[in-house]
Structures are given as structure tokens and as C-alpha cells.
């Protein structure tokens, strides 16, 4: 089974800190996603990535920014948390077109 | 564009009841569909798919046909259980094989014993 394994569960940050989430895959999958989770807005796409140093925006980028070292660790950082930030985050993998993207656990932030 | 429709929640059923989730989609071509489970504080799961028109996906009792012709992928269950408590999502590949899912706003499912 592939196993996606985000850093934390849960979270507290302040206001203007730089915060990092990791997420890491262990399927030797090109394709990394982040997303955020709030209620009634379903699951939107922050940034994606298909390889290595390769990076895309997804449809909510602003604010954020990700890096991708090696295949298997993709991260995402909040380069000044702010309180609009705190969301559930969701981080996803997947081998090749057409593939299902298999999910990790999911962080909950908080941005005090 | 592709987008997807799911009706809104939430939905609350007595154990043994019969579920529907209805699910719409717009794309180009054929895309890939999906049925994801999301239980409570866990990310979200693969519960089933179909690649291609008239497929039926299925697992775990879940069943989900891909309707072209209706442009649907209504997710069912003959008789649901306090277990399948969940949010449940219904998304989509856009035909080509882009990366990106593209999800419905989820339904949240509760059954009561």
C-alpha cells in the first residue's frame, strides 16, 4: 500500500511565523500535491509538483510556497502565517496519468 | 472546464437505509472518476472508480456507475452502516491524463444506529 506520511496532525503557530508542513511518500511517485480543506469549500489545490525541483500553482497559491529536494519530500511553507491560514492541509501522491492520488492523514493548523 | 457537482449534505439515514449521493461532472472527452472517503480526523481515501463510460466501480458495498450520457457518477449503498459515517467526495481527471483532481465540496453522511 502506499503510505503518505504528513509531519504532524496537528499544529499551533503565531502570526507572521514561517511555517513549514512535510509531507513525504514512499511509492517512488512523481506527482505531489498540496491542498487545503475548509468547510463548504471542499478541497482546494494549492501547488502541485511532477518532479523533482519542478513545481506548479494550483488555484490558491498566493501566500504560500513549496519545495521539492528529492522525489520522495514534498513541502509546503507558509512564508508568514497569517489567520486566514489555519485550514486543514492535505498532502497527496500519485504515479502516472489518469491514477488515483492516494492521501496522508492530513495537518490541522491553527494561526493565532 | 472540468468541474464537479455533488449534492450538498448533510445527509442523515437510519442504519440499513438505502444511500444515494449524487454526483455531476463537466468535462471535455472522458475523464477519470472517483469516489473518496473522508473519515472523521483521517485524510482522505480511494473508495472507487471508473476510467471509462458504462464502467462500475465498487468496494466495501459502494457502487458508482459512469454515466456519459448523463454526465453522472452517483455513488450507492444498498444498506448503510453507523460505520460509513463520512464525508464523502466525488472527483475527477480531466481526459489526457492532467495531474490534477478536480473535487465536489463533499457530502457529509451521518447514520444513526
Known amino acids: 500500500d502506499v503510505k503518505v506520511t504528513q509531519s504532524s496532525r496537528y499544529l499551533v503557530k503565531r502570526t507572521g511565523e514561517k511555517v513549514f508542513l512535510e509531507c513525504v511518500q514512499d511509492?517512488?511517485?512523481?506527482?505531489m500535491f498540496w491542498y487545503r480543506q475548509d468547510p463548504g469549500l471542499g478541497l482546494r489545490l494549492i501547488y502541485f509538483?511532477?518532479?523533482?525541483?519542478?513545481?506548479e500553482k494550483g488555484d490558491i497559491p498566493e501566500g504560500y510556497s513549496v519545495s521539492r529536494e528529492k522525489k520522495e519530500r514534498f513541502s509546503l511553507i507558509l512564508e508568514s502565517a497569517s489567520t486566514n491560514q489555519t485550514s486543514m492541509y492535505l498532502c497527496?501522491?500519485?504515479?502516472?496519468?489518469?491514477?488515483?492520488?492516494?492521501f496522508g492523514d492530513g495537518t490541522r493548523l491553527s494561526i493565532l | 472546464g472540468n468541474s464537479v457537482t455533488q449534492m450538498e449534505g448533510p445527509v442523515t439515514l437510519s442504519e440499513e437505509a438505502f444511500l444515494t449521493i449524487n454526483c455531476t461532472y463537466t468535462?471535455?472527452?472522458?475523464?477519470?472518476l472517483f469516489w473518496y472517503v473522508q473519515y472523521p480526523g483521517e485524510g482522505l481515501q480511494l473508495l472507487l472508480k471508473?476510467?471509462?463510460?458504462?464502467d462500475k466501480g465498487s468496494n466495501k458495498g459502494f457502487e458508482a456507475t459512469y454515466r456519459k450520457e448523463t454526465t453522472s457518477f452517483h455513488l450507492e449503498k444498498g444498506s448503510v452502516q453507523v460505520s460509513d459515517s463520512a464525508v464523502y467526495f466525488c472527483?475527477?481527471?480531466?481526459?489526457?491524463?492532467?495531474?490534477?483532481?478536480?473535487f465536489g465540496t463533499g457530502t457529509r453522511l451521518t447514520v444513526i444506529p
Open positions: 497527496a501522491s500519485k504515479q502516472g496519468s489518469n491514477q488515483p492520488q492516494h
Open positions: 511509492m517512488d511517485h512523481e506527482n
Open positions: 509538483s511532477y518532479d523533482v525541483k519542478m513545481k
Open positions: 468535462a471535455t472527452g472522458y475523464p477519470s
Open positions: 471508473a476510467t471509462k463510460a458504462d
Open positions: 472527483a475527477l481527471i480531466p481526459f489526457g491524463g492532467a495531474n490534477n483532481l478536480f
